[in-house]
């Protein structure tokens, strides 16, 4: 892959740093505490304002996430427990962030058809997951159909380890919903009701339910299924349900037919780039549910819109530090909707740019997925500006 010249010192200097006490003082890769380095050469790339997670391998950016967000230096750092699951299904994977925040504290980890691969079995002894007090202990959450020894690879690692079994997406993630109503004490009367069948509308819903207690349910275009309608009637037909997505992705027939179970809201766009970005701008005042991001001062999360199994492994970008809402940009720049909100959220200083606020971006997926130029484009539109649309530097 061609190096770029932005790609030198401070990219080492922060793959170091990120990496903490678990990077080898030889080289600029993550290394566990297991010796086993990782695969990607340069794990992390920054600018000024953006910080690239440099794979597009979804087991290794659950990896990369998970090395940036938990340092396991300290029992704060520390998760209470781990998500994993098979990193071949994003329906399931995307319901699974669900559990991030509460009871995990913890990240989503992928295991494949054959098992848990080395990388997510290094990151599991890196982490050493304290246990989830309200969850009776538990180290390791297993979601959905695993390999056979999958379960064994767990308790080999001397894990506590619970199952969410299911019989589809739908079923598994109306599951993952009466879990989180059992081990949390309370049944979230809010939901997001997403498309089976369109991840590029549905996933922006996984950054927000990773940082917040509403699940995901699942309907098809033309269908709610049985177990999703099983889950909204535990509401008392009191839900508040936020559909995600254009009547294309989930049709007004079914919105009609969800309106028997609470108030129904459609938060849509014309494509998936401004679906997101309608998502991330919604706010429902009555309940505070939604982001709700429309000033300066705010992290964003940037994949592109086939990265399906990466938006679930970046989820813990709004569960920890700067909480990010999730966008799509393109790989060769950013379309005119991601410019325009990009636009409306860059900061102004008046008298310095030291006043702040500031924004800053997390991109997932090397260059083959978003290129440098747009990572550098990026990185120009959340730079702080004056507010007198001067040149800031002009004066120097």
């Known amino acids: 892959m061609k190096k770029h010249i932005w790609t030198g010192t401070l990219t080492v200097l922060l793959g170091a740093a990120l990496a903490g006490c678990s990077a080898g003082a030889d080289t600029p890769s993550a290394q566990t505490d297991s010796g086993s380095t990782s695969t990607v050469p340069v794990p992390w790339i920054a600018t000024k304002n ?15 996430v998970s090395q940036t967000l938990w340092t396991a230096e300290t029992k704060s750092n520390r998760p209470s427990s781990v998500v994993l699951t098979d990193v071949s299904s994003w329906q399931i994977a995307a319901a699974s962030t669900d559990l991030i925040h509460h009871p995990s504290n913890g990240p989503v980890l992928f295991f494949t058809k054959d098992g848990i691969p080395e990388a997510t079995l290094a990151e599991l002894k890196r982490l050493k997951p304290m246990g989830a007090e309200s969850n009776d ?28 079994e299911g019989e589809d997406p739908a079923a598994i993630a109306a599951s993952i919903d ?6 949390s004490g309370a049944l979230p009367q809010s939901v997001i009701i997403g498309s089976m069948d369109s991840p590029e509308y549905t996933l922006p819903a996984v950054n927000w339910i990773a940082h917040m207690p509403e699940p995901l349910l699942y309907v098809s275009k033309e269908e709610i299924p049985a177990a999703t309608a099983d889950a909204l009637k535990a509401r008392g037909g009191n839900a508040a349900i936020y559909i995600l997505g254009p009547a294309s992705a989930v049709s007004a027939d079914v919105e009609a037919q969800l309106k028997a179970f609470g108030a129904v809201t459609r938060i849509s766009g014309d494509d998936p780039y401004e679906n997101a970005i309608a998502f991330a701008k919604f706010k429902d005042e009555s309940n505070g549910f939604g982001w709700g991001i429309t000033a300066p001062g705010h992290n964003l999360s940037l994949l592109t819109t086939d990265s399906t199994l990466l938006a679930v492994a970046a989820a813990p970008f709004s569960h920890l530090g700067k909480h990010a809402p999730l966008v799509f940009t393109g790989k060769d720049g950013l379309p005119d909707s991601l410019m325009n909100y990009t636009m409306e959220l860059q900061p102004k200083f008046k008298d310095s740019p030291a006043e702040g606020p500031y924004n800053h971006a997390w991109l997932t997926g090397d260059a083959a997925a978003i290129t440098s130029g747009t990572q550098s484009e990026i990185d120009d539109m959340l730079e702080i500006s004056p507010a007198s649309g001067e040149n800031p530097h002009s004066g120097h």
């Not at 953006?50 to 990369?64: E, F, M, Y």
């Not at 538990?138 to 969410?164: F, N, R, S, T």
């Not at 009466?178 to 081990?183: E, P, R």
């Open 137 to 164: 202990g538990i180290q390791a959450v297993l979601v959905g159909p695993a390999a056979d020894g999958v379960e064994d690879q767990l308790k080999a690692l001397d894990l506590k380890v619970d199952k969410i």
């Open 178 to 183: 009466t879990y989180y109503a059992k081990v």
């Open 50 to 64: 953006t910080t690239r997670i440099n794979t597009s391998d979804p087991v290794q950016a659950a990896v990369l």
